[in-house]
T-cell receptor, first 112, second 114 residues
Framework: SQQGEEDPQALSIQEGENATMNCSYKTSINNLQWYRQNSGRGLVHLILIRSNEREKHSGRLRVTLDTSKKSSSLLITASRAADTASYFCATDLNSGNTPLVFGKGTRLSVIA | NAGVMQNPRHLVRRRGQEARLRCSPMKGHSHVYWYRQLPEEGLKFMVYLQKENIIDESGMPKERFSAEFPKEGPSILRIQQVVRGDSAAYFC????????????FGQGTRLTVV
């Protein structure tokens, strides 16, 4: 069954606005990662947040993690047309090398 | 340091043929994961391999699908007697083998069964 569930499924915003995507998961995790996928392309790793971290920043990206609610959010500030892509959260259930479990993704469209 | 390399990028097979997908992990990475992505869906885990060993194949269909990661050479995902439902994008990821480190993905192989 799907571990992660992104919300919303699709999001359309104007260039310059902020985009917020949420991810909920079901079981305890070791860490949570966000990936971006441009149409027809592979996945690009954006950011990893460990279970003992609450917030992490990378450039225009801000990720939060609330383990009590089993949820994470990805905020993209000052969005650009080039941010148009699908965004996936993936959870790592245990320490070690267990496979990542992906949600279905949020499709973000940034309109110039 | 080249990234994860998958080939071919696109593969067309007729029903009943065999499909062989290759994945060369990043240099120094000994762990390989295969995922399948259907249109408008997320990635579904298929199999996790280390050199010469299958660690977890819980996501692999029981029939027609097999995977290997030999001591030398790329990891191979093999689909025998392909059917239309096998049409999907197949992604490979690799990691160095230490926990809590992000996996790096290849560009994928898009398999179309006609």
């Amino acid at each position: 069954s799907q571990q992660g569930e992104e919300d919303p499924q699709a999001l359309s915003i104007q260039e310059g606005e902020n985009a917020t995507m949420n991810c909920s998961y079901k079981t305890s995790i070791n860490n949570l990662q966000w990936y971006r996928q441009n149409s027809g392309r592979g996945l690009v790793h954006l950011i990893l947040i460990r279970s003992n971290e609450r917030e992490k920043h990378s450039g225009r990206l801000r990720v939060t993690l609330d383990t009590s609610k089993k949820s994470s959010s990805l905020l993209i500030t000052a969005s650009r047309a080039a941010d148009t892509a699908s965004y996936f959260c993936a959870t790592d259930l245990n320490s070690g090398n267990t496979p990542l479990v992906f949600g279905k993704g949020t499709r973000l469209s940034v309109i110039a | 340091n080249a990234g994860v390399m998958q080939n071919p990028r696109h593969l067309v097979r007729r029903r009943g043929q065999e499909a062989r997908l290759r994945c060369s992990p990043m240099k120094g990475h000994s762990h390989v994961y295969w995922y399948r992505q259907l249109p408008e869906e997320g990635l579904k885990f298929m199999v996790y391999l280390q050199k010469e060993n299958i660690i977890d194949e819980s996501g692999m269909p029981k029939e027609r699908f097999s995977a290997e990661f030999p001591k030398e050479g790329p990891s191979i995902l093999r689909i025998q007697q392909v059917v239309r439902g096998d049409s999907a994008a197949y992604f490979c990821a690799s990691s160095p083998g230490t926990g809590g480190v992000s996996a790096f993905f290849g560009q994928g192989t898009r398999l179309t069964v006609v």
